[in-house]
């Protein structure tokens, strides 16, 4: 065996999670790599999302994703360590507790927030940038709101209840349309007063979002006025102080909460490598995305300073840039180890979106040269979906499920661009008797049919009868079944493109051309009535039930489009889909073996490497 290749990649961002498992993919076969994934926090933290937390949207731990499990049984080491240098030459990264050698280096320390050396900008504001900013900015609001309470004083009265955010883009704009949202809930909560809470929204540029166009511009303007939020644009900040913020030209607003949002720069660490840096501490890297200075290192995500050809500027500093140039570094490094040919970074960004509250947001989406707005609803759709594709690639099945956990189901005050249509606000208890009624029913009618069965398997009574061999189509003769069926009770009448279908698939494998069944028939008709018999015990008992429901709904739907169903057929489907969200939990088996079958589930390794599980 030879001698290793190391892979160090320094941060846990979006840039640094991708390009990890690209590697790790690539080279899950190669025992003479080693991936080495370094971050001062155990856990990947979702930046676009930190506003939700800040305003109370989501519960805290929506926005985290432990790394180990993101990396579960994948070829890559996860260490919780805080670089402090890296010496290019020895290519060694140098941390708090140790030192790690590498062949190649992939740097992806995001970045933080910048203050433009404003007088009092860092020390007096609140800012956005991590899952700890949004969970400290969140007990600040609410503390404001429960000091204002009690304060009879109006001047402080009035600092407690304004809050100023500083920057007109995505995040400054998420921020505020969050506040703005989350008011009227505080202010019942505090018996406040409405028109006692302020507020801002500044920014220094002539207005908000700039890169989109002016007509979606308007319609973001619009809804932040609707949410009693005012726009104050061409105001520089000239300092901050322990309470008030104050604007070039534009005078000062007091205020104790002022939220700092008008840019970023390079993480620290950034500043203390020697790597030829551009803009706001950004290593300036060639096509291939390594630094200029060093082959073996190469730059992920916002630390990037590349302009590629054509452009005038560099890639943003946004999601879509670290998805892209993760799988370009993972190509590049396995061409440096195993041969083969480099690829040049040719991104291609595909837009933008901004949520203002849970309700409305605008997107600017598209290619090069055929961008659409959006706004609202469809906004607010595409922006849920873009997230569950990237969430998908972070931690598959597991994060998207706890995502739509968080955006649909649990969702508060209907903070939600669907409302709380989707929310689950009744209690499960409510549909025990509904479970045992059904259960009892699907039993009936199994314990019902099941002596028939046992006694004389060939006879065929749940399949309409198969054409006659004087050449009548089989369409005639399942019509005439049905004909014969509502001579004794009416049944649910079948579309004629579904009889269709069913009439071929009666044809091809019930039905043996001799005016007979074949052994199929048999078996299907036997397992029908086994499966009244199971879903009704499995109902009853409250053992499965979401697989019974589901099961309830499919038979149910099956003895529908054979012609052969009765009118109460439709509850038997309706309250299927009632049923699946749970009701086992209460007096029911499911209470005390899910929990069980979870936990062993979750150690299956092919289970815990594709996140097929819920927490």
């Not at 846990?12 to 498992?21: E, R, S």
């Not at 800012?127 to 404001?144: P, Q, T």
């Not at 939020?229 to 300092?239: C, D, L, N, S």
């Not at 061409?335 to 949520?355: L, N, Q, R």
Request: aromatic letters at 12%; one cysteine or more.
């Amino acid at each position: 065996m030879g001698t290793k290749n190391k892979i160090v990649i320094v941060g846990g961002g979006y840039g640094g999670i991708l390009t990890a498992k690209k590697l790790s993919k690539k080279f899950k076969k190669d025992e003479n790599l080693e991936i080495t994934l370094i971050d001062k926090k155990p856990y990947h933290t979702l930046l676009t999302e930190l506003h939700e937390v800040a305003a109370n949207r989501a519960p805290e731990d929506s926005i985290r994703i432990d790394l180990k499990k993101i990396f579960a049984k994948r070829n890559v080491n996860v260490v919780l360590d805080e670089v402090i240098n890296i010496d290019f030459d020895q290519k060694i990264v140098k941390s708090k507790n140790d030192s790690y050698d590498y062949d190649y280096l992939v740097i992806g320390t995001g970045s933080k927030p910048t203050y433009f050396n404003i007088p009092g900008a860092e020390e007096y504001t609140k800012k956005l940038w991590s899952y700890e900013d949004a969970v400290n900015l969140k007990e600040h609001i609410l503390n404001m709101f429960r000091k204002a309470v009690r304060e009879t004083n109006k001047e402080k009265r009035e600092k407690l209840l304004t809050f100023v955010v500083v920057g007109g883009g995505f995040t400054g704009i998420e921020m505020i349309g969050e506040l703005g949202e989350w008011k009227d809930k505080l202010c019942k909560e505090f018996y406040i007063d409405k028109e006692e809470v302020k507020l801002y929204v500044v920014d220094a540029m002539p207005k908000i979002l700039p890169i989109f166009p002016d007509n979606l511009i308007k319609k973001a303007e619009k809804r932040l006025k609707k949410l009693d939020i005012e726009i104050v644009t061409g105001a520089g900040i000239t300092e901050v102080t322990k309470d008030s913020v104050i604007m070039k030209d534009k005078g000062s607003i007091n205020a104790n909460t002022v939220i700092w949002a008008a840019g970023v720069e390079g993480a620290d660490i950034i500043k203390d490598i020697k790597l030829k840096q551009e803009g706001r501490k950004r290593i300036v890297t060639n096509d291939k995305l390594q630094s200029i200075d060093y082959e073996n290192v190469y730059v992920v995500g916002d630390n990037i300073f590349y302009i590629p050809e054509g452009e005038k500027r560099p890639v943003p500093q946004m999601v879509e840039n670290a998805e892209q140039s993760a799988p370009l570094i993972a190509n590049n490094i396995y061409a440096d180890i195993k041969g083969g040919e480099k690829k040049s970074y040719k991104p291609g960004f595909h837009g933008a979106m901004v949520c203002i509250g849970g309700r409305y947001g605008v997107a600017h989406i598209g290619k090069p040269g055929k961008f659409i707005g959006l706004s609202g609803f469809l906004a607010m759709f595409v922006k849920h979906f873009v997230n569950l594709m990237y969430f998908f690639q972070v931690a598959g099945f597991n994060k998207c499920w706890t995502y739509l956990i968080h955006e649909f189901f649990h969702v508060k005050d209907k903070r939600s661009f669907v409302g709380g249509h989707f929310a689950k606000s009744s209690p499960n208890f409510s549909l025990v008797p509904l479970r045992l009624f059904v259960g009892y029913k699907w039993l009936e009618q199994g314990l019902h049919k099941l002596p028939k069965i046992l006694e004389d398997p060939s006879n065929i009574f749940l399949i309409p009868k198969p054409p006659s061999v004087d050449g009548n189509t089989a369409a005639s003769a399942a019509a005439s079944t049905a004909e014969a069926a509502k001579e004794v009770v009416e049944t649910l009448p079948v579309p004629e493109f579904l009889q269709n279908m069913v009439d071929w698939s009666m044809n091809t494998f019930f039905y043996n051309g001799d005016g007979g069944f074949t052994v199929l028939a048999e078996i299907f008709q036997a397992g029908m009535v086994i499966g009244e018999v199971l879903v009704g015990l499995m109902l009853i008992s409250g053992l499965f039930t979401a697989l019974a429901s589901l099961a309830s709904i499919v038979m149910g739907t099956m003895v529908w489009t054979s012609g052969m169903a009765p009118y109460e057929m439709i509850w038997y489907i309706g309250a299927g889909i009632a049923l699946i969200g749970g009701s086992g939990s209460v007096f029911g088996l499911d209470y005390y073996i899910l929990p069980i079958i979870k936990k062993y589930w979750k150690k299956i390794p092919f289970v815990k490497k594709h996140y097929v599980y819920t927490d």
